[in-house]
């Protein structure tokens, strides 16, 4: 038997009680309320998901039970009953977010048809829930989304190196979520409360990194106008993070060593150490193998960070997740408010066909710049910029331009660019041009025509000129 909770509001006690004992037809969680102040004592203590309530009773009458119902439980759905002569009043009602209404006299067969179509709306929002549940669940970890074998392997990996206190080298080409990575384990180890601290080798000249991660006293060096602590010292109790490690010049290295195995930092200008205890994941976009053979890392430290080596895969190699991270991406942009945007099958064969050189970042450029070009609810191939494509946006634009002017130049640049790109490739002929950018004969002409390009291509002169059935899946208008 269904346990939803229907609540049955009616000043009439026989109409009420002759509802609910028809409803327990539809659920065994059935409950009785005489009026709308009574109805609210009961729908604080459980909300219900169904709620059919008399639109005319004393004092506070149904619609205002409605409105008041729709701000406090949004998901609850709420079926109104009214005599045949307030059915303007219902109709008013589901304007204002009512389910349904039933008139009265109304027979039991209605009141059970109307009542199963909102409980068959709930089951059915309540299993998509589930099911996108299930995905965050199974593609989805501390931020890393992946359905890719490989991909899950470094997950098995992390979740297994995580509660341990080893020091972890994450490998991998730039943009493929190396730092989510190392959050990842932060996230799924004993230290998870403490904080993660994340520095980039590569940012600073020598000194500078030295006093970063070590600290110094004041006066250490020209600038230092303070004592502070070093980021060994600020992630004490939690990570820390050195990326791009092996941009360290060699004499770096050798001091990073030597805290690795005292525990201990020695900062600039200062006579005595300092103990930390921190757990240190390293990271690299270089071959540490190559590294070692050209001697521009050192080979102790190399082996005190591998410990446990974890390779994050180039999103060449994870072409399946290619539409999963797109869409990631573009929900992450659409606002609750903004129209759901979607990507063409079209859109999503260039998105895979591509090779991605500066990977998963690069793709969320990618999408966020499809999302901008985008006019439509639909991202097409025309959409998508890929790699050495330039939208060509010029320095200072956003010194006197307001956003959308600004917006509409760039798309116009970008428009004009791609249409004669694909007519100079299509030899100006105007229906294979429209068929290598996915769109329809009409709509290419419709852009040549705005761009004031329409003379220079013979065959754009006609519009109508027939054209093979092709599918067309995305626009640039």
């Not at 309540?126 to 899950?152: C, K, N, P, Q, W």
């Not at 591509?354 to 999302?371: F, K, T, Y």
């Not at 041009?433 to 852009?447: D, F, H, N, Q, V």
Request: proline fraction near 4%; include cysteine; charge should be negative.
């Amino acid at each position: 038997m269904n346990s939803h909770r229907i609540l049955v509001v009616d000043d009439k006690r026989d109409l009420a009680q002759g509802v609910a004992l028809i409803l327990k037809k539809l659920s065994d969680n059935i409950a009785v309320a005489y009026s709308v102040e009574e109805a609210l004592e009961l729908l604080e203590q459980f909300p219900a998901n169904i709620v059919l309530s008399d639109i005319r009773m004393p004092g506070r009458d149904g619609v205002s039970f409605l409105d008041y119902t729709r701000e406090r439980w949004p998901s609850t759905r709420v079926i109104l009953f009214t005599a045949y002569g307030t059915i303007e009043s219902a109709v008013s009602a589901m304007k204002r977010g009512a389910f349904d209404y039933l008139t009265k006299p109304f027979d039991n067969d209605e009141l059970l048809v109307v009542t199963s179509r909102a409980l068959k709306e709930i089951k059915d929002e309540e299993e998509i829930e589930r099911l996108r549940a299930e995905v965050r669940g199974t593609y989805a970890f501390h931020g890393i989304y992946s359905r890719d074998r490989h991909m899950m392997r470094v997950i098995e990996t992390i979740r297994r190196v995580a509660p341990t206190n080893t020091t972890v080298l994450v490998c991998g080409e730039s943009g493929t979520g190396k730092e989510l990575v190392a959050r990842a384990i932060h996230a799924e180890g004993n230290r998870s409360q403490g904080p993660f601290v994340a520095f980039n080798a590569a940012a600073l000249p020598e000194n500078l990194a030295e006093a970063e991660l070590f600290g110094c006293k004041k006066g250490a060096y020209t600038g230092a106008d303070r004592d502070r602590k070093g980021l060994f010292q600020e992630a004490h109790g939690g990570t820390l993070l050195i990326d791009e490690i092996c941009s360290m010049p060699l004499g770096l290295q050798s001091k990073v060593l030597r805290a690795l195995q005292e525990r201990e930092v020695l900062p600039l200008g200062s006579g005595s150490t300092v103990k930390f205890e921190v757990r240190v994941i390293a990271a690299t976009n270089l071959d540490p193998k190559r590294l070692l053979k050209e001697e521009k890392l050192r080979r102790d430290l190399y082996y005190r960070l591998a410990v446990m080596r974890i390779t994050v895969p180039p999103l060449r190699e994870r072409v399946e997740d290619i539409p999963l991270l797109a869409n990631v991406f573009l929900e992450r942009l659409v606002s609750p408010s903004d129209t759901p945007k979607s990507i063409s099958p079209r859109a999503l064969r260039l998105l895979i066909s591509h090779d991605w050189p500066g990977n998963v970042r690069e793709l969320q450029n990618v999408i966020e710049r499809a999302a901008l070009i985008s006019c439509g609810d639909e991202i097409g191939p025309g959409d998508i910029v890929l790699e050495d494509d330039d939208l060509d946006w010029p320095s200072g634009v956003t010194d006197d331009v307001a956003y959308e002017e600004a917006k509409r130049e760039a798309i116009e640049r970008f428009q004009r660019r791609y249409v004669e790109d694909v007519m100079a490739k299509a030899a100006g002929n105007v229906s294979v041009a429209s068929r290598k950018a996915g769109i329809t004969r009409a709509a290419l002409y419709r852009i040549l025509k705005r761009l004031g390009l329409v003379s220079e291509y013979s065959d754009a002169q006609n519009p109508h000129k027939e054209e093979p059935e092709q599918e067309t899946t995305g626009s640039m208008t």
